[in-house]
């Protein structure tokens, strides 16, 4: 089956500083690519949707200038977190989508704490 | 706003018996509807999905009822497993927006 892949698994980083997440489709090309964000014992929460080649669409309240999204080629996405702050902290997870699909594939989470 | 929610937050179950998840969605526009399996610390792990045209679809151990009258999603577990212990969330697809609708989660607890 389609695999999706996010790195780091897990990052701590300092309060301020920019923490960089990859999600990579392995095997197929995506066109589309998502990022949630779920906090503990919550569900996912749709945080932007991103095309390649094209500008990412935010979801209402989501900070397009705090969350940088990137969606360079068909099997890479970034999401920075810019200027993190504690409150930042969660589990960040991305899915893709082929044009062809409505399913969407999972990546296995980004857990992010900030000190 | 619109959301797709779940009756119950956490059902427990002894190994052997059958499992029944509900979730109640509220967009009519959804046509296409799924539940996820998430272990504590990673992604959701697709289980089985349903399209708007279809009433009941089966797979292993597993079965998916919707009722677009009463737009009440359930996801039946035949002889659960410890393995199935986890949280279980239905996802809508409104079909003019391409974006899944997350429920909030039955956490299954397996007793052994």
């Known amino acids: 089956g389609a695999v999706v892949s996010q790195h780091p698994s897990r990052v701590i980083c300092k309060s301020g500083t920019s923490v960089k997440i990859e999600c990579r489709s392995l095997?197929?090309?995506?066109?589309?690519m998502f990022w949630y964000r779920q906090f503990p014992k919550q569900s996912l929460m749709l945080m932007a949707t991103?095309?390649?080649?094209?500008?990412?669409?935010?979801e209402q309240g989501v900070e397009k200038d705090k969350f940088l999204i990137n969606h360079a080629s068909l099997t890479l996405s970034t999401l920075t977190v810019t200027s993190a702050h504690p409150e930042d902290s969660s589990f960040y997870i991305c899915?893709?989508?082929?044009?062809?699909?409505?399913?969407?594939?999972f990546g296995p989470g980004t857990r992010l704490t900030v000190l | 706003g619109e959301s797709v929610g779940l009756h119950l937050p956490t059902l427990s179950v002894q190994e052997g018996d059958n499992s029944i998840i509900n979730c109640a969605y509220s967009n009519s526009a959804s046509d296409y509807f799924i539940w996820y399996k998430q272990e504590s610390g990673k992604g959701p792990q697709f289980i089985i999905d349903i399209r708007s045209n279809m009433d009941k679809r089966q797979g292993q151990r597993v079965t998916v009822l919707l009722n677009k009258t009463v737009k009440h999603l359930s996801l039946q577990i035949a002889a659960t497993q410890p393995g199935d212990s986890a949280v279980y969330f239905c996802a809508e697809l409104p079909g003019n927006t391409g974006k899944l609708i997350f429920g909030q989660g039955t956490t299954l607890q397996v007793k052994p």
């Open positions: 095997d197929f090309q995506a066109t589309t």
């Open positions: 991103s095309n390649e080649g094209s500008k990412a669409t935010y």
């Open positions: 899915s893709a989508r082929t044009s062809y699909v409505h399913e969407q594939f």
